[in-house]
């Protein structure tokens, strides 16, 4: 099994941002949208073992709230841009964003659980 301390925090948080396995950034990580493989097809490692449970919806709507509220309040103010128009383009850009950043912040997160260890501990019964 690959060890999680001979590499650098950062790194299998950067693999998982990248749908890669966090401990060895050759393996897939989804075999679907966001349904994490239960072991690296690469090393092996046990990467469904680790749940990232809200944390991934709640920190992309931390991370896009405040963008999209600016988005939307400027659009507002213009008067020239059609209401039939902004209203369709924000809502797909809305939940393009959610869709593009939501498996990538999913990534992330169980990069550092598997950085901080998660895999490593024993599943209570
Ligand atoms: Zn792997």
Redesign the pocket.
């Known amino acids: 099994m690959p060890n999680a301390s001979s590499s650098p925090a950062w790194l299998p948080v950067l693999r998982g941002l990248r749908h890669r396995?966090p401990?060895?950034g050759?393996?897939k990580l989804y075999q679907r949208y966001l349904k994490q493989m239960d072991v690296?097809a690469?090393?092996g490692?046990p990467i469904g073992k680790i749940r990232a449970e809200d944390g991934p919806p709640w920190l992309t709507v931390l991370c896009l709230g405040p963008f999209l509220a600016g988005l939307t309040f400027i659009s507002s103010r213009q008067e020239s841009w059609p209401m039939w128009l902004t209203l369709p383009a924000l809502s797909l850009f809305a939940i393009g964003a959610v869709l593009t950043l939501l498996p990538r912040i999913k990534g992330a997160i169980i990069g550092l659980f598997w950085s901080m260890g998660a895999h490593e501990q024993e599943e209570d019964a």
Do not use: D, H, V
């Open positions: 396995c401990a060895c050759e393996g690296c690469a090393c490692a």
